[in-house]
């Protein structure tokens, strides 16, 4: 499944974020214990960088797959680059859920959001906000709101959130990122990478998200399973044909 995702665009990523309401411990010891323990799961992350308000542990980028946890003052987040399939890029993800809370004192009170991130990401010169327009706007009520022929379209990036059950605890984010001028600083995006390029992506972002408290820690991994699930479904039935599709034949179209 992760190589047709991987197929439709230039990049696709699986990041996972558990967001916390208190600041997590950043010791010596408590920090390199739980990369040391992430690092004997998965011996090609080998790298431990630092960054402004982040410790990351990373594999070395190799034909543009590459896996990477990092800690936040209150987040710890995962991520896989172009993996060579779901499977495996849950592996990761649930490891995490599996041993964070023991590693860093994670109590259920203590537990704001889980997320899981589908990102795709399409290579694109040009207005991408331009882009964005012609291909998801243009011909709606909304779109008509504008006169395209004489105005230059400077942000259209579409943004909805909507819960998927009745109590809402659990919501789905679909997001469309333009970036026409030089990258901008998300928290969706992984850590740096020394291999990546100049051109910049539209990006299309399928985020779900299970709001807290939990009851505890060790349901994690199952709330994660339950996110995968619909996050796969949305993916195949929603955001690929309804989002993926009509950008990437715009794309393509202006590039005849």
Not at 66 to 86: E, F, H, I, K, M
Not at 191 to 198: M, V
Request: aromatic share 8%; charged share 25%.
């Amino acid at each position: 499944m992760a190589t047709s995702f991987s197929a439709l665009c230039s990049d696709f990523y699986i990041n996972q974020k558990l967001a916390l309401k208190m600041d997590l411990p950043t010791g010596r010891e408590t920090v390199l214990d739980l990369f040391d323990r992430i690092r004997k799961f998965r011996p090609s992350m080998n790298r431990f960088r630092r960054f402004e308000g982040e410790l990351a542990l990373e594999s070395t980028p190799a034909d543009g797959q590459y896996d990477w946890v990092a800690l936040r003052q209150t987040a710890a987040r995962s991520g896989t680059v172009n993996p060579d399939s779901l499977a495996d890029a849950y592996q990761l993800h649930r490891m995490l859920l599996e041993v964070a809370p023991f590693y860093l004192s994670i109590s259920p009170l203590d537990v704001d959001y889980l997320e899981l991130m589908f990102g795709f990401d399409l290579e694109a010169s040009g207005n991408h906000d331009d882009i964005v327009y012609d291909a998801l706007l243009a011909e709606t009520p909304l779109g008509r709101v504008v006169d395209a022929d004489r105005l230059i379209a400077l942000d259209v990036q579409p943004f909805f959130t909507f819960a998927l059950d009745p109590d809402r605890k659990v919501q789905v984010n679909f997001e469309v990122k333009t970036r026409s001028g030089e990258l901008e600083a998300s928290e969706d995006a992984p850590p740096p990478s020394e291999s990546g390029g100049n051109e910049e992506p539209i990006s299309v972002f399928l985020s779900l998200r299970r709001l807290g408290p939990i009851d505890h820690v060790e349901e994690l991994p199952a709330i994660f399973e339950s996110l995968t699930g619909a996050a796969e479904e949305l993916a195949n039935d929603r955001v690929i044909p309804h989002l993926i599709m009509p950008i990437s034949k715009a794309i393509s179209s202006r590039s005849r």
